[in-house]
């Protein structure tokens, strides 16, 4: 493959990755997250110091056929300036990038991500009955102040 197809390859997860960080986080905007010029060093997605409070991570993106995650993540390491590295990587036809972190920040991941759910259930129950329901239902047999 070409120098320039690779980079435009390349170019084109960065992009990816960064549109999809800010779909997730309305909150930031497009200079708070964007991709890194190609041939540029440093992390591939450049992240503001507002966008690293809620994404501590460092991305280095790769679109590869035949990837050495062990390199990327080498790679991913010594970007990472007090980041969590994360290596992003794809090939042509596959649906969906995956991304391969350390396995402490996954189960810190997993960790929030359960102790959320329990909270949003624990809003969610009547708290008359205790049974699930919407945190604004009225209680059992009322109907809303309608008798």
Not at 81 to 106: C, D, H, K
């Amino acid at each position: 493959m070409k120098t320039k197809s690779a980079k435009a390859k390349g170019r084109k997860l960065q992009n990816l990755v960064a549109l999809q960080l800010l779909e997730v986080f309305p909150n930031l905007n497009h200079s708070d997250c964007k991709p890194q010029l190609m041939g540029g060093t440093g992390m591939d997605i450049q992240l503001s110091t507002e966008a690293r409070k809620d994404i501590p991570f460092s991305f280095e993106c790769k679109n590869q056929e035949a990837l050495n995650i062990w390199e990327a993540i080498k790679q991913a390491e010594a970007n990472a300036e007090g980041l969590t590295p994360a290596v992003v990587f794809s090939r042509n036809r596959q649906p969906e990038p995956y991304v391969a972190i350390p396995l402490t920040a996954f189960l810190r991941l997993v960790r929030n991500e359960r102790a959320r759910e329990k909270l949003l259930v624990n809003l969610t129950l009547s708290p008359v009955t205790g049974a699930p329901g919407y945190a604004g239902d009225p209680p059992p047999g009322r109907m809303g102040g309608i008798s």
